[in-house]
């Protein structure tokens, strides 16, 4: 995280302009001081239309971000800490966090494999085995 911006990955900096802050006050810890701090944290950024988003990222990161994304922005919050210094560095981590794994290229598609030889026959064995059990538990023949 530098001052300049976030970096999510090498060739995708978001720039501190295309981020939208908002302060409120936050629950939780801090006393008589909560109610008139603004420590909670709102970090917005548009994600559909930012330029510093490469065009493949972006349409990766559009699809996958879809149910957290309100107009193409997504909003990301922090109120666990005191402070509001705190809580923009936690909303700012976070967000990169979400962007890097929503812009992660797809792993490799999965080539399927067929059962080796061995395996079946091992299978079979078990299957032959389980079944003499089942069958000596019935009634004797006469």
């Known amino acids: 995280m530098e001052g300049d911006g976030i970096r999510v990955r090498r060739g995708f900096v978001v720039g501190e302009g295309e981020l939208r802050w908002r302060f ?8 008589q001081g909560v ?9 917005s950024f548009d994600v559909a239309g930012s330029p510093s988003v490469p065009a493949a990222m ?3 990161a559009t699809s ?16 666990e800490h005191r402070s509001q210094l705190r809580n923009r560095e936690a ?16 792993p490799p598609a ?9 395996s079946r026959r091992r299978r079979l064995d078990a299957k032959t085995r389980r079944g003499a059990t089942k069958r000596l538990r ?3 023949d006469e």
């Open 35 to 43: 109610n008139t701090t603004d420590s909670r944290v709102e970090l």
């Open 91 to 106: 909303a700012r981590e976070r967000l990169a966090a979400l962007l890097a794994e929503a812009t992660a290229a797809a």
């Open 138 to 140: 019935g009634r004797p």
């Open 24 to 31: 409120s006050r936050a629950s939780g810890p801090g006393g």
């Open 110 to 118: 999965r080539r399927p494999t067929r059962p080796t030889a061995g």
């Open 58 to 60: 972006r349409e990766r």
């Open 64 to 79: 996958r971000l879809a149910h957290r994304l309100v107009d193409g922005v997504v909003t990301v919050v922090a109120q």
